[in-house]
């Protein structure tokens, strides 16, 4: 039942990773994400699949979704029918939810009743659906060829029935689109289920493919960089966008120990609220993300000096990364001249629904490495960063990271990791 | 176990922008009027139910936030705002937390439209205005920003039934004490691409819009002579279980609660959408009331405004027991049951 929840007496379940699949322009699976974001690679590229010429900035980071990545696809238990009908962000979605479900030695019993949540960020989930049906129905609007499928595969939930299809099992799915955040959203309520006993496992993630209409929405806003994405840069100009997807295997520790499972690290902590200053502005001075962060590490049981490396949302906007330095600075204090910061999105764009997730992910594989991931175009900092940016590769011992995610409309999410050893 | 109780509810819907009409129109049982909408390149235009424009313009239109902001949101506000309004008028709930809780099937996409049009256009002169109230976060936004002490808040996408899903999650955190009080609000607003969506896959389907919202709270003091006792599992609709045995699944975890009890179904006009609901609910011998058969498919609307005429029919004395019967279209089927408190 939903409702009421049978609490149980004993202490809340510590929650554990134990798979983790990823996919974003850097390429496809954990090795070669984890590979980039060490080296601070970065993966932007001229927009390929539709016309940016009209746009005011050309470039993003694409994914490549030729082979190998059609062979997973393939791999999977999902029909070629099936296989032919996802768009880009639901092909995405379901490589990285493989790669999550074989990393984490999950098993369908084989009757596809298996009963595990889902939960999914997203914020267009599958709008390129979406524009082809409406290109089709204001070009030819007596064709009706494959208008119907569009309608119903647009729509993220049907999407999501895709992971279950391609991995054999079921359970109840919940898409969280709460805009940019959504992705850390989906974590941090999958954190939540499990610590509430509603569930022992539970997949969480979050996806969104590039698309012209989001793409346009944002050179619209004139909130892409002309030049170069540079999170925390004084002379930063604005984000890159970018496409991907991410998807986790949480469990409770004693489920991962009951099956001899290999931890890659523990969900400590997972803090939200809203910032009701503005739809597209965080307060200047990040009071809601600095209130997010603190309950965050409050659930953690940690204080800020406990802190090792905060993947910032870092956008590279001028008015988010302001906030959010304000936001940091004043949360870790003293400790904040010792406090590794740096912004994934210098190398594979803004990912909206798949950041938070994806940002997830790269916590975990920093966790296993003990590396930073630099940016590696980054000048001046910004006066309000009271805290190093990670500019080189380099290793570090890490025990507890933070990940920060906002969206438009002004919901913040803070993810708390820690190493397992 | 914690008890969680509904303080009010809210509606707009095509007949009119409170739970009065709401009401009135559920009680003559005659399908309200279809309006033309014309799509574009056909000579015959799509029915719909649209919303009424108000008698007088509500005075919350005036906040700066919902200056620019579209139909979904004013929709949204009226309903959470109704919903809330004996809360606020209580001196003994000042400065309550609250959730917010928005659940939507297709969201915004008048301005979605709107600003898609204008890329296909000319992607260079597409209005910056237009683009933020496109994402399906928006109406949560400018709901939260009008309430003011919103300290959580989730947008959750699905079909209907996702949104008893969302007042689960409400519940939750009531009961978790992270807010003292939760609005939880469906709605959708119409445009001709969604109505032309609906007809490729429903040849019957009148699209209609609106909103509808409950607000629960833990402290009966506040309630509205109304308790949430269930909500079923979330029954999935996968390749080894279709929509019927869904629907069916989700009855069983209902129990009955004697003569004086009522169901809310998601019946309307379509024998093919419907057919998974009736099998479920074909030896129901009480009273009935399907909300879709008066207002047209309001997709989450309509899943809010089952809950509130369910809710309803208990505040006015019609019902002891009422159940919600929300069998989705693609997603799952998942009900409740609302008993007098």
Redesign the interface.
């Known amino acids: 039942?939903?409702?009421?929840?049978t609490?149980s007496s004993s202490p809340l379940p510590r929650v554990v990773v134990t798979g983790a699949g990823v996919i974003t322009a850097l390429g496809q699976g954990w090795k070669a994400n984890a590979e980039g974001f060490r080296l601070g690679k970065r993966a932007f590229r001229p927009v390929s699949f539709f016309d940016?010429s009209?746009?005011?900035v050309k470039v993003a980071a694409e994914v490549d979704l030729a082979e190998p990545a059609l062979a997973a696809l393939r791999a999977t238990k999902l029909t070629s029918r099936q296989i032919n009908r996802l768009d880009r962000g639901a092909k995405m979605l379901v490589l990285a939810a493989q790669e999550a479900w074989q990393q984490a030695g999950w098993q369908s019993n084989g009757?596809?009743?298996e009963n595990i949540p889902l939960v999914l960020g997203?914020?267009a989930?599958g709008m390129l659906l979406?524009?082809v049906?409406?290109?089709q129905?204001?070009r030819e609007?007596?064709k009706?060829r494959q208008?119907?499928t569009r309608?119903?595969l647009y729509?993220?939930?049907?999407q999501a029935?895709m992971v279950?299809?391609a991995l054999g099992c079921?359970?109840?799915?919940?898409?969280?689109?709460?805009?940019c955040a959504s992705g850390a959203?989906a974590v941090g309520?999958a954190w939540?289920l499990i610590r509430?006993g509603q569930a022992e496992r539970v997949l969480a993630g979050g996806y969104d493919a590039l698309c012209?209409?989001v793409f346009?929405?944002?050179?619209?806003?004139?909130a892409l960089s002309p030049t170069v994405c540079r999170p925390f840069d004084a002379r930063r100009d604005g984000l890159a966008l970018g496409e991907g997807a991410a998807v986790m295997t949480l469990e409770t520790l004693d489920s991962a120990r009951k099956r001899g499972a290999e931890i890659l690290a523990e969900v400590t902590g997972y803090g939200?609220?809203?910032d009701?200053h503005h739809?597209?502005q965080p307060h200047p001075q990040g009071s809601t993300t600095l209130a997010v962060m603190k309950q965050a590490c409050a659930n953690a049981g940690i204080t800020p000096q406990d802190i090792d490396y905060i993947n910032a949302h870092g956008t590279g906007t001028v008015l988010n990364d302001s906030s959010e330095a304000f936001a940091i600075s004043e949360l870790a204090g003293a400790h904040a001249a010792e406090l590794p910061v740096s912004s994934t999105k210098a190398s594979v764009g803004h990912l909206l629904g798949a950041a938070g997730a994806v940002e997830a992910v790269v916590c975990v594989m920093t966790l296993r490495g003990q590396w930073l991931p630099p940016q590696e175009i980054f000048e001046t900092p910004d006066p309000a960063c009271k805290f190093p940016i990670i500019t080189r590769p380099r290793d570090s011992r890490l025990n507890t990271v933070l990940s920060n995610s906002f969206?438009?409309?002004?919901?913040n999410a803070s993810l708390v990791f820690r190493r397992w050893t | 176990?914690?008890r969680?109780f509904v303080a009010g509810i809210g509606a707009v819907s095509p007949a009119g922008w409170n739970v009065a009409a709401f009401r009135e129109a559920l009680a003559k049982n005659e399908p309200l009027p279809e309006q033309s909408l014309p799509?574009?390149?056909?000579e015959k235009p799509l029915p719909v139910r649209t919303v009424p424009n108000p008698a007088t313009r509500p005075e919350f239109l005036a906040h700066p936030?919902l200056r620019r902001a579209s139909p979904i949101t004013h929709y949204a506000a009226s309903a959470v705002l109704e919903a809330i309004a004996a809360i606020r008028a209580n001196p003994a709930a000042k400065n309550l937390r609250l959730g917010?809780v928005a659940c939507?099937?297709s969201g915004c996409v008048q301005y979605?439209?709107r600003?898609?049009?204008e890329?296909?256009k000319?992607?260079?002169t597409?209005?910056?205005l237009v683009?933020?109230?496109?994402?399906?976060?928006?109406p949560?936004?400018?709901v939260?920003?009008l309430l003011?002490n919103?300290?959580?808040?989730?947008?959750?996408?699905?079909?209907p039934s996702?949104f008893?899903?969302g007042?689960?999650l409400g519940?939750?955190w009531l009961?978790?004490n992270r807010v003292d009080a939760c609005l939880v609000v469906g709605a959708e607003e119409t445009n001709w691409?969604i109505s032309?969506?609906?007809r490729?896959?429903d040849g019957s389907a009148v699209i209609s819009a609106g909103a509808g919202a409950l607000c629960l709270c833990r402290d009966q003091s506040l309630a509205a002579g109304i308790e949430?006792k269930?909500?079923?599992?979330?029954h999935?609709?996968?390749?080894?279980?279709d929509r019927v045995s869904a629907a069916k699944a989700m009855r069983q975890?209902l129990e009955s609660n004697g003569a004086n009890e009522i169901l809310a179904d998601g019946s309307g006009i379509s024998s093919r959408t419907d057919s998974a609901e009736r099998a479920a609910w074909n030896d129901w011998a009480h009273a009935r009331i399907s909300p879709k058969r008066i207002f047209g498919e309001g997709m989450m609307a309509a899943a809010a405004w089952q809950c509130v005429a369910a809710c309803d029919a208990i505040a006015v004395g019609r019902a002891t027991a009422a159940n919600v019967s929300l069998v989705g279209f693609?997603?799952?089927a998942?009900g409740?049951q609302f008993v007098r408190a």
């Open positions: 039942m939903l409702f009421p929840l609490k940016a009209r746009n005011r009757n596809g009743s997203t914020t989930g979406g524009e049906y409406y290109k129905a204001i609007p007596k009706m208008q119907a309608s119903v729509q993220p939930q049907v029935r279950y299809d079921t359970g109840p799915i919940t898409v969280v689109s709460n805009a959203n309520h939540d509430s012209e209409m346009s929405g944002f050179d619209s806003l004139q939200t609220s809203i009701q739809l597209t969206g438009f409309g002004g919901v | 176990m914690s969680v799509r574009p390149g056909w936030r917010l939507l099937q979605t439209c600003f898609y049009d890329t296909l000319n992607p260079a597409a209005s910056p683009f933020p109230e496109t994402v399906y976060a928006a949560t936004s400018h939260a920003a003011e919103v300290v959580l808040a989730y947008s959750l996408v699905g079909d996702s008893l899903q007042v689960a519940a939750e009961t978790e691409i032309d969506a609906a490729h896959l949430l269930t909500i079923t599992d979330a999935t609709v996968t390749a080894q279980t975890q693609n997603q799952q998942i409740a």
